[in-house]
């Protein structure tokens, strides 16, 4: 009988990672299926599935390989750096280090490589926090940033001497230093309270424990359907090799 030939246990260790591979897959099929898709204007805070696009962040045009096109996530070489998903609702930030990255082939035949492209439709499964300005200490944040704001004044004496030099003496006096300080202060408030309107940043890193942290260029349809045969074939394998295990 093989179970006699080979050794129980040499079958049994088999079977047990064919269990383990065909849980684990089991489970990601589960929550790509059971997660329903959030929009980005509206998602709660948590863990969320989005569906979006790839793009590079703000204001980066290149990344990657230079004799490649533009990616937003290489393996080997384009790791480690956040890029963007964006919806028609908002924009949320990856940070792949701690993420499970499922990939497909490029588009174009020509590069045969496990990467995500800006433009290519993307699909993440992990905990949205949304970042939004400080409400915390606030006059603290006020005279930092007048001070900032005051340096950056006298550091160009001539505009200063032109807005705020009334008697027109090439010097700013007393009084009209309190000028400066009181358009300095309405200055800083209005810029505070304008970014105290602005929306939060949408930013997506990891999952709590126990949960799966997911970034794929994969339509999720297939990728689910992947995973439950998957998980099909390892529990085939696990019930063979057991059973072969135990055939006396």
Not at 194 to 216: E, K
Not at 240 to 245: H, K, V, Y
Request: with cysteine.
């Amino acid at each position: 009988m093989l179970a006699e030939q080979v050794g129980r246990e040499w079958l049994l260790l088999p079977a047990l990672a064919s269990l383990w591979f065909a849980l684990g897959l089991y489970r990601r099929y589960r929550l790509i299926v059971d997660t329903p898709t959030s929009r980005l204007s509206s998602s709660a805070q948590g863990y969320v599935e989005l569906s979006g696009t790839a793009a590079l962040p703000e204001g980066e045009s290149s990344r990657g390989l230079p004799h490649l096109p533009v990616t937003v996530w290489l393996p080997g070489y384009v790791e480690d750096q956040p890029f963007l998903l964006e919806d028609a609702f908002g924009r949320c930030l990856l940070y792949p280090q701690a993420a499970e990255i499922v990939t497909r082939t490029g588009d174009n035949h020509l590069f045969l490589l496990h990467a995500i492209y800006p433009g290519q439709t993307l699909y993440a499964l992990g905990e949205l926090r949304t970042q939004r300005h400080a409400h915390g200490n606030v006059a603290q944040e006020r005279r930092e940033r007048l001070a900032v704001l005051l340096a950056d004044w006298k550091r160009d004496d001539h505009t200063l001497l032109q807005n705020f030099d009334a008697d027109g003496n090439g010097q700013i006096d007393p009084d009209e230093w309190q000028n400066v300080l009181a358009a300095a202060q309405q200055w800083v408030d209005a810029d505070i309270r304008v970014q105290q309107r602005l929306p939060g940043t949408h930013v997506m890193s990891g999952a709590q424990a126990g949960q799966l942290f997911l970034i794929t260029n994969i339509p999720p349809e297939q990728l689910a359907r992947r995973y439950q045969w998957a998980a099909w074939l390892h529990t085939l394998a696990w019930w063979g090799l057991m059973a072969a295990a135990h055939i006396r």
